[in-house]
């Protein structure tokens, strides 16, 4: 009976979003469930050499790899999506969407430039730089903390929201990227 009056009330929301209500619940869900593995070393050691590897890149660069991303979706060959999708980060990002039972949907976990790093699943585009995902969060510090507005994801049909939040280097205290949790709307209540 919980689970239908949850859904009648989510229902009736607008499909496009509104005023975050929820936000000390993301929080909440943040805080007790995300926060306890986000600084994983796995996660970690990928944030710290993709942030290597990518020390010099400037916004052509940071274009081409979002084209040829966006341009690869869809098709059999995926060669700028394949190493994001596939390694140990993205590995124990799909464990802990596995875990969550339901609750979570995805995650991101994006380097210093907002480029993604590890995904669980294939996101729409390369770069979450320009998305407050990532500009109010690692832009913002340490502390950065983002919580998006619960709206209907067209695909599922199912309510979710975005909590994003800086990835902090547990030794230097200093910013190392950002990630991304989707959350379905019924774990938060």
């Known amino acids: 009976m919980k689970k239908r009056l949850i859904a009648l009330a989510l229902a009736a929301l607008p499909a496009t979003g509104f005023a975050n209500e929820f936000a000390p619940a993301m929080e909440s869900y943040l805080d007790r469930n995300v926060m306890p593995w ?67 949907t995805e995650v991101i976990l994006m380097d210093s430039h907002g480029l993604n790093v590890a995904v669980s699943h294939v996101t729409s585009d390369m770069w979450q730089g320009d998305e407050e995902k990532f500009t109010q969060t690692y832009a913002a510090g340490p502390d950065g903390r983002h919580f998006g507005e619960i709206e209907k994801d067209e695909s599922t049909g199912r309510y979710q929201s975005q909590i994003s939040f800086t990835v902090v280097d547990p ?19």
């Open 38 to 104: 986000a600084t994983n070393p796995v996660l970690l050691d990928a944030l710290r050499a993709q942030n290597a590897a990518n020390a010099a890149v400037d916004q052509a660069r940071i274009d081409e790899l979002d084209a040829a991303w966006q341009g690869e979706i869809g098709t059999g060959a995926t060669p700028t999506i394949d190493p994001i999708l596939s390694n140990a980060a993205a590995d124990f990002l799909r464990q802990q969407v596995e875990a969550s039972g339901g609750a979570m």
């Open 171 to 189: 030794d230097s205290g200093e910013p190392l990227g950002a990630m991304t949790v989707a959350v379905d709307a019924e774990s938060l209540l």
